[in-house]
């Protein structure tokens, strides 16, 4: 097929499209690249791509693509928190404008990066597909409006499907620190602290990058019955856990570290369990490979080989919120996430 990645040049499009390219697919890369200065190791690949902000995509842009993967978006809490009518803007309206251009153009198959986020403040139960939104930040908010407006576009030329993925970890070449499994790992690393921001009791399903690309892949080639207006948990069920259990893991196998809690941490009231049921048996060439002890065990590796500093991923580098505030500051951004000066875009 011919594959459009937005945001290919993020946290998860850099692991994605080289195991799409290996698959055989034609892939064009979509992307700003605010975070074309935050490389951690590895190279970004090097794929044919238009430099472009996804509020201001053309029917041009688009045309002649089998299928659309979109990633791009403000990706996380902390950034949806900051401005939250940008978030409003680039995840949710920028997102629903691109979908109705791409039906326009004849685009067939629209994989959207929604997140289990949807569901927020949920408790211990386990929740499939079918289980009620309950989302508490702006950006959990966005990515319920957009599976909504998407469902109202499928039709007999247009499939739209919703790729809710869980808290994603690993490496990758634009590495994120905001990720709980690879927070804690890199405070184990750099301090010797498993430093734990609440009161460790919130669940999480979490999911390596690999396995979510994998997800994104099994999608794009199923049959369009399978996957048509569908949504899928995307991890493993096993794979939920509670934060201060993610911290003993860490614990385990970063060598004389120990655990401990920010100073008058409380819950977060973003608490949810997922079941992946769905996608693994409607999937069948969606097959998961980590688990949280592995992938640990990668971030404790690489950390070592590039000799990671507090200094650097607790920094304007690696955590995006603070990364797009120095660019602001430095006057390379304006207000509204925009390049200012051309030669920057």
């Known amino acids: 097929m011919r594959v459009l990645v937005t945001g290919?040049?993020?946290?998860?499009?850099?692991?994605?499209?080289?195991?799409?390219?290996?698959?055989?697919?034609?892939?064009?890369?979509?992307?700003?690249?605010?975070?074309e200065r935050c490389t951690f190791s590895g190279a970004v690949p090097d794929i044919k791509n238009i430099k472009k902000d996804v509020r201001d995509i053309k029917e041009y842009d688009i045309r002649g693509f089998d299928a659309i993967i979109h990633l791009a978006g403000l990706s996380n809490d902390p950034l949806g928190d900051y401005r939250p009518e940008l978030t409003q803007n680039i995840n949710e309206s920028a997102s629903i404008q691109l979908a109705r251009i791409a039906k326009e153009t004849g685009v067939k198959r629209f994989l959207f990066a929604s997140s289990c986020s949807n569901y927020g403040a949920a408790g211990a139960d386990f929740l499939t597909e079918e289980a009620p939104v309950n989302p508490v930040t702006p950006y959990g908010v966005s990515k319920v409006r957009v599976e909504v407006a998407l469902s109202q576009m499928a039709d007999a030329n247009f499939s739209p499907t919703y790729?809710?993925?869980?808290?994603?970890y690993g490496v990758s070449p634009r590495l994120r620190f905001d990720l709980v499994t690879n927070n804690l790992t890199a405070w184990a690393f750099t301090t010797g602290r498993v430093h734990i921001k609440s009161d460790g009791t919130p669940w999480r399903p979490i999911v390596h990058i690999e396995d979510i690309s994998r997800a994104y892949i099994a999608a794009l080639h199923a049959t369009r019955e399978i996957v048509h207006n569908e949504a899928f948990n995307v991890g493993t069920t096993t794979e939920n856990y509670q934060v201060r259990e993610i911290a003993d893991i860490v614990n385990q196998i970063v060598p004389g570290c120990k655990i401990d809690y920010a100073a008058g941490a409380g819950p977060d009231k973003r608490c949810y369990r997922v079941d992946c049921n769905k996608i693994a048996y409607t999937l069948h060439e969606f097959k998961p490979q980590w688990t949280a002890q592995r992938g640990v065990e990668q971030l404790y590796e690489e950390y070592k080989r590039v000799g990671l500093t507090l200094e650097e991923f607790e920094g304007p580098k690696y955590m995006r919120i603070a990364h797009i505030k120095h660019l602001i500051a430095e006057g390379l951004l304006d207000e509204n996430l925009r390049w200012i000066a051309q030669e920057n875009f």
Do not use: F, Q, W
Not at 163 to 168: D, K
């Open 8 to 35: 290919h040049n993020g946290y998860i499009g850099t692991v994605l499209c080289p195991m799409l390219l290996k698959h055989g697919h034609e892939v064009i890369g979509l992307d700003n690249d605010l975070y």
């Open 163 to 168: 790729l809710r993925a869980s808290t994603a």
